[in-house]
């Protein structure tokens, strides 16, 4: 059994400050290298998704047009534009930790980091099966849009899924708390990031075939 950490849009966009920033967000990449710190052998893969939309243009109707407001459901404010300073990591998030960047978004909406590739091409899809991952812990941004949106898609691609309930953050209080709902509904496991170590060893198990040495589990 292989493991997968998702980190879902740890932007300067999503977080305090940015263009679509989240109450707790920054907290969340602190806390989500914090987990890959204290632990770093919970997971045999760390893949990052970014919101990366294409500068000049509307991205699919994704961004409000000029002169009119987002809605904050389906339209929003321009946000995580490829290659500004919004559409990096926040400062806080570890990314030595990351093995592989997808990027989603150029020209569409995309919530969900199946909806992206790595700059080889590569789906997430492709990396999970090639790494003959099964289970995946979800943190990151935003709760109630592309958490959600990755979780539910992870879910349905068979993968045995957990959402890490402290290391996400959401845009409105309300829709985060029905999208974890959602996603329990689902078949998702609703966990804090404490309970990650109590998996740990566990989860080292089958280290060995990689080359790494199992004295962790001791
Ligand atoms: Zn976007």
């Given at each position: 059994?292989?493991k997968?950490l998702?980190?879902?849009?740890?932007?300067?966009?999503?977080?305090?400050?940015?263009?679509?920033?989240?109450?707790?967000?920054?907290?969340?990449?602190?806390?989500?290298?914090?987990?890959l710190?204290?632990?770093?052998d919970?997971?045999?893969?760390?893949?990052?998704?970014?919101?990366?939309h294409?500068?000049?243009?509307?991205?699919?109707?994704?961004?409000?047009?000029?002169?009119?407001?987002?809605?904050?459901?389906?339209?929003?404010?321009?946000?995580?534009?490829?290659?500004?300073a919004?559409?990096e990591?926040?400062?806080?998030?570890?990314?030595?930790?990351?093995?592989?960047?997808?990027?989603?978004g150029?020209?569409?909406?995309?919530?969900?980091?199946y909806e992206?590739?790595?700059?080889?091409?590569?789906?997430?899809?492709?990396?999970?099966?090639?790494?003959?991952?099964?289970?995946?812990?979800?943190?990151?941004?935003?709760?109630?849009?592309?958490?959600?949106?990755?979780?539910?898609?992870?879910?349905?691609?068979?993968?045995?899924?957990?959402?890490?309930?402290?290391?996400?953050?959401?845009?409105d209080?309300?829709?985060?708390?029905?999208?974890?709902?959602?996603?329990?509904?689902?078949g998702?496991?609703l966990?804090?990031?404490?309970?990650?170590?109590?998996?740990?060893?566990?989860?080292?198990?089958?280290?060995?075939?990689?080359?790494?040495?199992?004295?962790?589990?001791a």
């Amino acid at each position: 059994m292989k493991k997968a950490l998702f980190i879902i849009d740890v932007q300067n966009d999503f977080t305090e400050g940015g263009a679509l920033g989240v109450e707790g967000g920054a907290a969340v990449a602190a806390g989500i290298s914090r987990l890959l710190a204290e632990h770093p052998d919970a997971y045999d893969l760390v893949i990052a998704s970014r919101d990366w939309h294409d500068p000049d243009s509307d991205n699919g109707g994704h961004f409000a047009l000029a002169g009119s407001s987002p809605d904050f459901v389906n339209t929003w404010p321009l946000h995580c534009v490829a290659g500004t300073a919004g559409a990096e990591y926040h400062d806080d998030l570890s990314a030595d930790s990351i093995d592989f960047h997808v990027r989603k978004g150029q020209g569409r909406p995309a919530y969900s980091i199946y909806e992206g590739t790595t700059e080889e091409g590569d789906t997430v899809h492709q990396l999970l099966d090639d790494h003959a991952v099964t289970e995946i812990d979800v943190a990151g941004l935003a709760t109630d849009y592309c958490v959600r949106a990755s979780a539910l898609d992870a879910i349905e691609h068979g993968r045995k899924v957990r959402v890490l309930t402290d290391l996400v953050a959401g845009v409105d209080a309300a829709s985060s708390e029905a999208a974890l709902a959602e996603l329990a509904h689902a078949g998702a496991e609703l966990i804090s990031s404490q309970q990650v170590e109590a998996h740990g060893p566990g989860a080292g198990g089958d280290r060995a075939d990689d080359g790494r040495a199992d004295d962790t589990l001791a």
